[in-house]
């Protein structure tokens, strides 16, 4: 069966401080995976989504960006976070057009 | 359409009532529709697909309609549990891309 793990679980950041939040989906190839971010008590929000290795299509330019350096290994990074960058960051994988299946999430506050 | 900045309604029903939560959607071109369920602090939760060649399915005390005319889509929820209580998201598969969007969420909550 497919499992999709985040990591961490939380995380408390300074501002101006680097990013990097693994996702990693096992018992699959050549997944499509996604990064949403969700501000509390909001929707979900698509920031990236990657549909092979090295392929990634922004969908909010900000000082985020995201990696796919294998296939089944997705990562959004950032150089200098900002306090607006605080929020639920969500990591879903899919094949096709199909339903896509989500990670527990990663909860990080900007201090 | 990206559901940023939007707060979320709620819809209050009696527990054993039908609930019937509603999504506007904004891409004529989209083809693929998806119902989650999000519970507090977790990702969101599969409930059930339609494609654009169909206009109603059902499943497990639920059922999803599509109306691509006015490009509305809806969940019902039969004989609503407590479990029920949610945040409940409808997506959209653009047809040009892989893309996946979400659209403004409804709040659930499931009186005893």
């Known amino acids: 069966s497919q499992t999709i793990h985040q990591w961490p679980a939380t995380l408390v950041q300074p501002v101006g401080s680097p990013l990097s939040l693994e996702c990693t989906v096992e018992?699959?190839?050549?997944?499509?995976l996604y990064w949403y971010r969700q501000a509390a008590g909001r929707g979900l929000q698509l920031l990236f989504y990657?549909?092979?290795?090295?392929?990634i299509s922004s969908e909010v330019p900000q000082n985020l960006s995201a990696s796919r350096p294998q296939d089944r290994q997705f990562i959004l990074s950032s150089k200098k976070l900002l306090l607006s960058d605080s929020g639920f960051y969500l990591c879903a994988w899919r094949w096709d057009v199909t339903e896509a299946f989500f990670g527990q999430g990663t909860r990080l506050t900007v201090v | 359409g990206e559901s940023v900045g939007l707060h979320l309604p709620t819809l209050s029903v009696q527990e054993g009532d039908n609930s019937i939560i509603n999504c506007a959607y904004s891409n004529s071109a989209s083809d693929y529709f998806i119902w989650y369920k999000q519970e507090s602090g977790k990702g969101p939760q599969f409930i059930i697909d339609i494609r654009s060649n169909m206009d109603k399915r059902q499943g497990q005390r639920v059922t999803v309609l599509l109306n691509k005319t006015v490009k509305h889509l809806s969940l019902q929820i039969a004989a609503t549990q407590p479990g029920d209580s949610a945040v409940y998201f409808c997506a959209e598969n653009t047809g040009s891309s892989y893309k996946l969007i979400f659209g403004s969420g409804t709040r659930l909550l499931v009186r005893p």
């Open positions: 018992g699959t190839s050549n997944p499509n």
């Open positions: 990657s549909v092979g290795i090295g392929q």
